[in-house]
């Protein structure tokens, strides 16, 4: 009978021998696929990269995450134990009912789904977890755009059913969970979980597992479609029916969520260094968690509180004394800054204050001064070739006459700066170097502004710098990694590191600028010095025990000013409490004194009327500059030398002979509107019975002399009566001068 037009009859049933046919077709030819030798559940774990790199601390401890890996997102490989019950539940209900009955393939779901296809109906299709593993195990099965081939097919099969042999069914699923891809990147259960559900998977409940496995099926559906088959699958954990009415609001918003951040620890600045090129998943450094989080927690806490200061970055460092090891490492202020990502402990800054122990040490070493040696803190201006440089103290107060303890301890900057004329800036700047503060320009670049920190150094330099002081003058590199033992190099003269640290640990010594009992003060044996810029852009502590050195910065990325911000109040409280937790059991004893140095009694006495400058003490000195008494003589005033040769030819008066102008390094450029015999260089000298000598060459007497410029370098000294120099500078003069024979009769008639 033939249907009325428009009407389809019904279609023919196909003969059951028919879906034999089919099923004995896939046999044979699943039988004639070779069979590839499958690699074992502990090879496939084994190879499984994330895209995150972990960060140990010198104990095992987790610090840091940093993802590595830009073109996929995974996370750590999740045993099965600690999968959600409801997520692998849902992954078998909907994946793969007959997972735990099958043995790779599942042929009852192969019969329905040829039967199917017979008919030309849609099923969800025949293929078994352990068939996509093998998909995803094996290069040659994956998936296509448009789908897999009947040959992928087929081999899946195989491949399916080697695996089921060799593998339990806990491995294979174990497996599935950290490879089979989710949404966009995500790949594997922890990214997932992490990344829409903001959690570990073992923390998954029935809803979120639902849309979990949901995604399995269809990684890029849209959220609608996404909920309706979590609502299927919701239905199918929860026997009692489950409501589905607010899912598709949840899986929006999961589907949303970027819970899974690239950088998740407390010691990011360090991972970074770190992880990335890493060959193993897991790095252990030096660090040591617990104290990482106290110098965190401690830092954010008080930039808190100065808050209303405007203060919002700040950096700590604490390495071991004796071999170099950073034990805590916090490059910002994390949340609490605009500029999270910048590293303030590689960060180049001023360092105010700081650079002075290495200033008065080698002054010490060279014999210049002594700890005990008077300086005397009032108003001064020295001549630079820039102009007059005028030094200034941090309260804009003068002390008068110190002694060089009580001008390190209580940061003194007109002493600091007249010790840094003995030295010179170019001898200083060669210490710092020799200390391991690179300085990008040179010592004469900086000047005599060079004793007061103008240069830029970093927290890590500057830390480990202090660190010689705690050796004895010997430096090493630090490190974030445990590897030989450190190979040290001599620095500074191991006597005057010693006598600095004693002065910077003298409490006596800090009360004039801090008093006795500021936070600098700890219950066991510590050296520290404070520090702040120019305008108040950065704060530092630095200082170390007989075990550790900590330094401390806070201040601004953008470098804008802080408001009332003090050497105690700034970066000396986060210092204090470190130091503090670092010795909460652990004491801290004084070093012992090496050899060539000697301990006497020393008495001061102020000009003019003999009164005690500072109470009589017991002073440490290098062997053969010791001595009991030091007092100045009235007049005495203006006593040090602006060359660099430190105090010299200092007569009846206590006046030191020295050249008062040009500055040195002036450079002089002849006027060529001017004949060039009639210009003159003026120089001046204070003191009495001075000789002038330019270039060896005796060429007057007295305080003061008008030079006939010569192009060229030249070097001009004071000297007295038997013929020792007094002062010495060095000038250059640029220009077209006269020629030898106009010089000559210019010479002449001057005469």
Sequence with gaps: MVAPEGRRGPRPRPQLPAVRLVIASILIAACAIPVRAAATFEQVKAAYQPSDRLLLDRRGELL??????????????????DVSPALRTALVLSEDRRFYEHSGVDWQAVGAAAWANLWNTRTRGASTITMQLAGLLEEDLARARGG??????????????????????????????????????????????????????????????????ALVRAPNAPPAQVAKRACAVLQSLQASGADCSALEVFTLAALQRRAFDASEGVAPHVARQLLPGARTLAVRSTLLAPLQRFAQGTLQQHLRELSGRHVEDGAVLVLDNA???????????????????????????????????????????????????????SGTQIPTPGGLYIPQNYDRQFKGWVSARTALGASLNVPAVRTLVMVSPDAFHKQLVRLGLP???????????????????????????????????????TRLQAGAAPSFHSALDARAAFVVGDMLSDTNARARTFGTDSVLATRFWTAVKTGTSKDMRDNWAVGWSQRYTVGVWVGNASGAPMWDVSGTSGAAPVWAAVMGYLHRSTPSKAPAAPAGLVQQQVQFAAPGTGAPVEAARSEWFLAGTEQPRFAIKTGASGAISMGAGGQKCTQDGGVAARITAPAPGTIVALDPDIPPQRQRLNFTAQGSATRWRIDGKAVGQGTTLAWLPWPGRHRVQLVDAAGQVCDEIRIEVRGAGLTAAGRSRADAARR
């Excluded at 840091?64 to 134990?81: E, F, K, M, N, P």
């Excluded at 009947?150 to 490879?179: C, F, H, M, P």
């Excluded at 402990?345 to 360092?351: D, E, F, I, M, S």
């Design 64 to 81: 840091h995450r940093l993802r590595v890996d830009a073109t996929v997102r995974r996370g750590q490989w999740v045993a099965l134990a």
């Design 148 to 213: 897999r081939s009947a040959v992928q097919k087929l081999g899946q099969a195989v491949s399916a059913t080697a695996l089921e042999r060799s593998w339990r069914k806990d491995q294979i699923l174990e497996a599935y969970l950290n490879l089979v891809p989710f949404k966009g990147e995500l790949v594997g259960l922890d990214a997932l979980s992490r990344t829409l559900f903001g959690k570990a998977a073992h923390g998954l409940d029935a809803s979120e597992a639902a849309v979990a496995a």
């Design 323 to 377: 071999s170099g090891e950073v034990l805590a490492w916090v490059g910002s202020s994390g949340l609490l800054s605009d500029a999270a990502e910048l590293d303030f402990v590689t960060a180049l800054r001023q360092p105010g204050s700081t650079l002075k122990p290495f200033l008065y040490a080698q002054a010490i070493a060279e014999r210049r001064i002594t700890a005990a040696s008077l300086l005397e803190d």
């Design 439 to 477: 300085l990008k320009e040179s010592g004469d670049y900086y000047g005599y502004s060079l004793a007061l920190g103008s240069a830029e150094v970093s927290l890590l330099a500057l830390t480990n710098a202090y660190r010689a002081l705690a050796n004895g003058g010997r430096a090493s590199a």
